[in-house]
């Protein structure tokens, strides 16, 4: 139990469609960040948020946003949804610092039709 | 640019036994972190050990341990009287240069515990 929390656990869209994930942090935790992770293969860092500001972005393009709230909750919002965009979401909080080890929560499963 | 490389894709070994984990990385920094992560079919991400590589005593967690070779950059996994419950695929991560908080990951080893 690492007391980082995502819903929901599984949804099912339509392409073209756009979705909000959700994540509450590990309480203590300022920074969270958000990973793809396909079928199969290692997760893809997408994002971080720390106070409530977005500072450091992987290879997603701009449909890929987030928000970190003050409570350091986030969320993360894929718009114009494609087949590619199935996979696994998972959220994970630090503590900002040096070597703070991040935490996962449980994930969210996405499966875009 | 730095790469994290975990050269077995697949594993397994009978229950009780031990089991050793390999992976290499590259990077270019002098003071760094190293993460074993388990990920087991609830898909879950679950640390299982970190290194903090100015230190030259290798980290130990219970039955899971680490052989961390700086000079050869090899950080393996051992996992001593393996139960079921180790069933996962194991992820090797190492911190981005320019923020802790982006991992790097290698492909992943599949850990197949057998009765």
């Known amino acids: 139990e690492t007391g980082v929390t995502q819903s929901p656990t599984h949804l099912i869209k339509t392409r073209g469609q756009q979705v909000t994930l959700r994540c509450s942090s590990q309480?203590?935790?300022?920074?969270v960040s958000w990973y793809q992770q396909a079928l199969g293969q290692g997760p893809q860092f997408i994002f971080q948020?720390?106070?409530?500001?977005e500072n450091g972005r992987g290879n997603f393009p701009p449909r890929f946003s987030g928000l970190q709230f003050p409570n350091y909750s986030s969320e993360l919002n894929v718009n114009a949804l494609e087949l590619d965009d199935s996979a696994l979401y998972l959220c994970?909080?630090?503590?900002w610092g040096s070597g703070n080890t991040i935490y996962f929560g449980e994930g969210s499963w996405l499966t875009v039709v | 640019a730095q790469t994290v490389t975990q050269s077995q894709p697949e594993m397994s070994v009978q229950e009780a036994e031990t089991v050793t984990l390999s992976c290499t990385y590259d990077t270019s920094e002098n003071n760094y972190y190293l993460f074993w992560y388990k990920q087991p079919p609830s898909r879950q991400m679950i640390l299982v050990i970190r290194q903090e590589a100015y230190k030259q005593q290798n980290a130990t967690e219970n039955r899971f341990s680490v052989n961390f070779q700086k000079a050869a950059k090899s950080f393996s996994l051992k996992i001593s009287d393996s139960q079921l419950g180790d069933t996962a695929m194991y992820f090797c991560a190492l911190p981005h240069m320019d923020s802790n908080y982006q991992l790097i990951w290698g492909a992943g080893t599949k850990l197949i515990i057998k009765p």
């Open positions: 994970a909080s630090s503590f």
């Open positions: 309480s203590g935790h300022n920074t």
């Open positions: 948020y720390y106070r409530e500001e």
